[in-house]
Protein backbone atom coordinates (compact mmCIF):
# COMPACT_ATOMS: atom_id res chain seq x y z
CA UNK A 1 0.00 0.00 0.00
CA UNK A 2 1.55 3.35 -1.20
CA UNK A 3 1.01 6.88 -0.14
CA UNK A 4 -1.30 6.85 2.86
CA UNK A 5 -2.35 9.25 5.07
CA UNK A 6 -3.13 9.07 8.88
CA UNK A 7 -5.41 11.46 10.25
CA UNK A 8 -7.26 12.02 13.39
CA UNK A 9 -8.97 14.57 14.82
CA UNK A 10 -6.97 17.40 12.04
CA UNK A 11 -3.41 15.95 12.92
CA UNK A 12 -2.42 14.51 9.64
CA UNK A 13 0.91 11.79 9.11
CA UNK A 14 1.75 11.07 6.20
CA UNK A 15 3.17 7.41 4.67
CA UNK A 16 4.40 7.14 1.56
CA UNK A 17 5.43 3.78 1.44
CA UNK A 18 3.37 1.99 4.02
CA UNK A 19 5.58 -1.02 5.86
CA UNK A 20 3.03 -2.17 8.00
CA UNK A 21 5.37 -5.00 9.29
CA UNK A 22 8.76 -2.93 9.93
CA UNK A 23 9.82 -3.05 13.09
CA UNK A 24 10.53 0.96 13.73
CA UNK A 25 9.85 4.31 12.46
CA UNK A 26 11.40 7.24 11.79
CA UNK A 27 9.16 10.37 12.32
CA UNK A 28 9.77 13.49 10.50
CA UNK A 29 9.03 17.26 11.45
CA UNK A 30 10.08 19.13 8.27
CA UNK A 31 11.74 22.76 8.04
CA UNK A 32 9.54 26.27 7.85
CA UNK A 33 7.49 26.70 4.31
CA UNK A 34 8.30 23.14 4.16
CA UNK A 35 5.37 20.09 3.52
CA UNK A 36 5.40 16.15 3.84
CA UNK A 37 6.25 15.76 0.10
CA UNK A 38 9.95 17.19 0.30
CA UNK A 39 11.19 13.85 1.97
CA UNK A 40 8.96 11.21 -0.31
CA UNK A 41 12.04 10.00 -1.12
CA UNK A 42 13.04 8.95 1.93
CA UNK A 43 10.86 6.47 2.33
CA UNK A 44 12.32 4.75 -0.81
CA UNK A 45 15.68 5.01 0.28
CA UNK A 46 14.78 3.64 3.44
CA UNK A 47 15.61 -0.05 4.76
CA UNK A 48 12.53 -2.48 4.40
CA UNK A 49 12.36 -2.90 7.99
CA UNK A 50 11.40 1.20 8.34
CA UNK A 51 8.69 3.22 8.20
CA UNK A 52 8.99 6.73 7.03
CA UNK A 53 6.41 8.84 8.51
CA UNK A 54 6.25 12.78 8.03
CA UNK A 55 4.26 15.25 9.89
CA UNK A 56 1.98 17.10 7.59
CA UNK A 57 1.37 21.05 9.15
CA UNK A 58 -1.98 22.49 8.70
CA UNK A 59 -2.58 24.62 5.39
CA UNK A 60 -0.85 22.74 3.04
CA UNK A 61 -0.91 19.86 0.29
CA UNK A 62 -3.37 17.55 2.00
CA UNK A 63 -4.00 20.21 4.76
CA UNK A 64 -4.65 23.12 1.99
CA UNK A 65 -8.25 23.98 3.71
CA UNK A 66 -7.03 24.23 7.05
CA UNK A 67 -6.07 27.29 8.90
CA UNK A 68 -2.48 28.00 9.42
CA UNK A 69 -1.15 28.13 12.93
CA UNK A 70 1.61 30.45 13.38
CA UNK A 71 1.80 29.54 17.24
CA UNK A 72 4.43 26.58 18.54
CA UNK A 73 1.93 25.50 21.65
CA UNK A 74 -1.02 25.63 19.52
CA UNK A 75 0.54 23.37 16.57
CA UNK A 76 2.04 21.13 18.91
CA UNK A 77 -1.69 20.60 20.47
CA UNK A 78 -2.96 19.75 17.08
CA UNK A 79 0.33 17.38 16.27
CA UNK A 80 -0.42 15.74 19.14
CA UNK A 81 -3.57 14.61 18.63
CA UNK A 82 -3.83 11.13 17.54
CA UNK A 83 -0.52 10.37 17.99
CA UNK A 84 0.02 7.78 19.79
CA UNK A 85 -1.47 5.36 17.49
CA UNK A 86 1.68 5.83 15.64
CA UNK A 87 4.06 5.48 18.95
CA UNK A 88 3.67 1.32 18.90
CA UNK A 89 7.12 0.00 18.09
CA UNK A 90 10.22 1.77 18.53
CA UNK A 91 10.47 5.12 16.70
CA UNK A 92 12.90 8.09 16.36
CA UNK A 93 11.41 11.87 15.79
CA UNK A 94 13.51 13.48 13.71
CA UNK A 95 13.03 17.29 12.75
CA UNK A 96 15.45 19.95 10.51
CA UNK A 97 15.46 23.37 10.91
CA UNK A 98 11.96 24.54 12.12
CA UNK A 99 10.87 21.05 12.50
CA UNK A 100 13.64 20.46 15.13
CA UNK A 101 12.21 22.91 17.42
CA UNK A 102 8.63 21.32 16.89
CA UNK A 103 10.38 17.97 17.66
CA UNK A 104 11.71 18.84 21.13
CA UNK A 105 8.38 20.59 21.98
CA UNK A 106 6.60 17.69 20.97
CA UNK A 107 8.84 15.32 22.52
CA UNK A 108 8.57 17.14 25.43
CA UNK A 109 4.56 16.82 25.17
CA UNK A 110 4.62 13.24 24.57
CA UNK A 111 7.24 13.16 28.04
CA UNK A 112 4.13 14.80 29.96
CA UNK A 113 1.73 12.56 28.73
CA UNK A 114 4.13 9.37 29.18
CA UNK A 115 2.85 7.93 25.88
CA UNK A 116 5.90 5.60 24.84
CA UNK A 117 8.83 7.72 24.49
CA UNK A 118 11.16 8.05 21.35
CA UNK A 119 14.57 5.92 21.26
CA UNK A 120 16.00 8.67 20.49
CA UNK A 121 15.19 12.66 19.50
CA UNK A 122 17.26 13.79 16.56
CA UNK A 123 17.40 17.81 15.59
CA UNK A 124 18.98 19.07 12.39
CA UNK A 125 20.05 22.68 11.28
CA UNK A 126 18.47 24.08 15.07
CA UNK A 127 20.21 25.87 17.90
CA UNK A 128 19.77 24.55 21.38
CA UNK A 129 16.51 25.88 23.12
CA UNK A 130 18.80 28.32 25.60
CA UNK A 131 20.59 29.58 22.24
CA UNK A 132 16.88 30.56 20.48
CA UNK A 133 17.76 32.95 18.07
CA UNK A 134 15.81 36.25 18.50
CA UNK A 135 14.39 37.35 14.71
CA UNK A 136 11.86 39.19 13.29
CA UNK A 137 12.22 38.56 9.39
CA UNK A 138 8.38 37.21 9.50
CA UNK A 139 7.55 41.52 9.61
CA UNK A 140 10.12 41.88 6.47
CA UNK A 141 8.28 43.09 2.91
CA UNK A 142 7.90 40.01 0.30
CA UNK A 143 11.26 40.76 -1.00
CA UNK A 144 12.70 39.93 1.98
CA UNK A 145 10.93 36.84 2.95
CA UNK A 146 12.38 35.61 -0.85
CA UNK A 147 16.10 36.45 -0.23
CA UNK A 148 16.03 34.61 3.11
CA UNK A 149 14.37 31.75 1.28
CA UNK A 150 16.96 31.58 -1.71
CA UNK A 151 19.70 32.33 1.16
CA UNK A 152 19.14 29.31 2.78
CA UNK A 153 18.79 27.29 -0.21
CA UNK A 154 15.66 25.80 0.60
CA UNK A 155 14.75 25.59 -3.16
CA UNK A 156 15.83 25.55 -6.34
CA UNK A 157 13.16 26.35 -7.87
CA UNK A 158 12.76 30.32 -9.19
CA UNK A 159 9.55 31.27 -7.69
CA UNK A 160 9.50 34.51 -9.54
CA UNK A 161 9.23 33.30 -12.21
CA UNK A 162 6.31 30.66 -10.86
CA UNK A 163 3.91 33.75 -9.59
CA UNK A 164 1.04 31.27 -8.45
CA UNK A 165 4.02 28.81 -6.43
CA UNK A 166 5.34 31.91 -5.27
CA UNK A 167 1.77 33.50 -4.22
CA UNK A 168 1.16 29.65 -2.21
CA UNK A 169 4.57 29.92 -0.39
CA UNK A 170 4.64 33.14 0.57
CA UNK A 171 2.07 33.25 3.58
CA UNK A 172 3.40 29.72 4.47
CA UNK A 173 6.90 30.89 4.85
CA UNK A 174 6.15 34.11 7.04
CA UNK A 175 3.15 31.85 9.01
CA UNK A 176 6.21 29.75 9.70
CA UNK A 177 8.53 32.25 10.63
CA UNK A 178 6.16 33.69 12.76
CA UNK A 179 5.84 30.67 14.66
CA UNK A 180 9.87 29.80 15.20
CA UNK A 181 10.45 33.47 15.98
CA UNK A 182 7.95 33.74 18.59
CA UNK A 183 8.21 30.34 20.16
CA UNK A 184 9.78 31.00 23.91
CA UNK A 185 11.40 27.62 24.57
CA UNK A 186 10.70 26.82 28.32
CA UNK A 187 14.12 27.03 30.06
CA UNK A 188 13.16 25.29 32.98
CA UNK A 189 11.35 22.46 31.36
CA UNK A 190 11.91 19.01 32.54
CA UNK A 191 14.93 17.22 30.88
CA UNK A 192 14.64 14.90 28.29
CA UNK A 193 15.02 11.29 29.66
CA UNK A 194 16.68 9.74 26.43
CA UNK A 195 19.53 10.67 24.29
CA UNK A 196 19.45 13.32 21.42
CA UNK A 197 21.42 13.64 18.23
CA UNK A 198 22.25 16.85 16.91
CA UNK A 199 23.18 16.98 13.12
CA UNK A 200 24.49 19.95 11.05
CA UNK A 201 26.07 21.71 8.03
CA UNK A 202 29.71 21.67 8.01
CA UNK A 203 29.14 25.39 6.38
CA UNK A 204 25.54 26.36 7.93
CA UNK A 205 25.76 30.13 8.87
CA UNK A 206 22.44 29.38 10.59
CA UNK A 207 24.32 27.64 13.49
CA UNK A 208 27.51 27.06 15.20
CA UNK A 209 28.93 23.95 16.86
CA UNK A 210 28.71 25.84 20.53
CA UNK A 211 24.72 26.46 19.32
CA UNK A 212 24.67 22.84 18.84
CA UNK A 213 25.96 21.51 22.05
CA UNK A 214 23.61 23.71 23.79
CA UNK A 215 21.19 20.47 23.21
CA UNK A 216 22.97 19.23 26.21
CA UNK A 217 21.14 21.33 28.46
CA UNK A 218 17.59 19.74 27.98
CA UNK A 219 19.04 15.97 28.07
CA UNK A 220 19.47 13.72 31.39
CA UNK A 221 21.82 11.56 28.43
CA UNK A 222 24.73 12.19 26.74
CA UNK A 223 24.20 13.71 23.33
CA UNK A 224 25.65 13.16 19.51
CA UNK A 225 27.06 15.41 17.31
CA UNK A 226 27.21 14.60 13.47
CA UNK A 227 28.42 16.91 11.09
CA UNK A 228 27.22 16.82 7.05
CA UNK A 229 29.20 18.91 4.89
CA UNK A 230 27.19 21.41 3.02
CA UNK A 231 24.78 24.25 4.39
CA UNK A 232 21.43 24.44 6.11
CA UNK A 233 19.78 22.20 3.83
CA UNK A 234 22.92 19.90 3.63
CA UNK A 235 20.75 17.01 3.76
CA UNK A 236 19.27 17.45 0.38
CA UNK A 237 22.74 15.63 -0.17
CA UNK A 238 23.52 12.91 2.01
CA UNK A 239 19.86 10.95 2.34
CA UNK A 240 21.54 7.91 2.35
CA UNK A 241 24.10 8.79 4.54
CA UNK A 242 21.69 10.12 7.40
CA UNK A 243 18.98 7.46 7.10
CA UNK A 244 22.05 4.83 7.82
CA UNK A 245 23.00 6.47 10.88
CA UNK A 246 19.62 6.64 12.40
CA UNK A 247 19.07 2.99 12.06
CA UNK A 248 22.16 2.75 14.04
CA UNK A 249 20.52 4.82 17.06
CA UNK A 250 17.71 2.25 17.30
CA UNK A 251 18.36 -0.68 19.89
CA UNK A 252 19.34 -3.86 18.48
CA UNK A 253 16.80 -6.47 18.19
CA UNK A 254 17.26 -9.59 20.27
CA UNK A 255 16.79 -12.76 18.85
CA UNK A 256 15.38 -15.79 21.30
CA UNK A 257 16.86 -19.20 20.79
CA UNK A 258 15.14 -22.12 21.52
CA UNK A 259 16.71 -25.58 22.99
CA UNK A 260 15.87 -27.95 20.74
Known amino acids: MLNTTYTNNSACYRIFKARPNASKRLIILP ?3 GSASYFRQWANIADSDLEVVVVQYPGRENR ?3 PLISNMDRLVSN ?3 GLKAILNKPYILFGHSMGGGIAYELAMRIQAYRYPPP ?3 VVSAVEGPSCHHATEVHKAPDEVMLNELKRLNGTEVDLNALPELLEMMLPLLRNDYQLIETYK ?3 NAPKLQYPITVMLGSTDTELTYEEAQAWQQVSSQPINIKVYEGG ?3 LAN ?3 AILTHLGTLFPVQKTWLCAP
Open 79 to 81: LAT
Open 185 to 187: PNL
Open 238 to 240: HVE
Open 31 to 33: HAG
Open 232 to 234: HFY
Open 119 to 121: TQL
Open 64 to 66: MAE
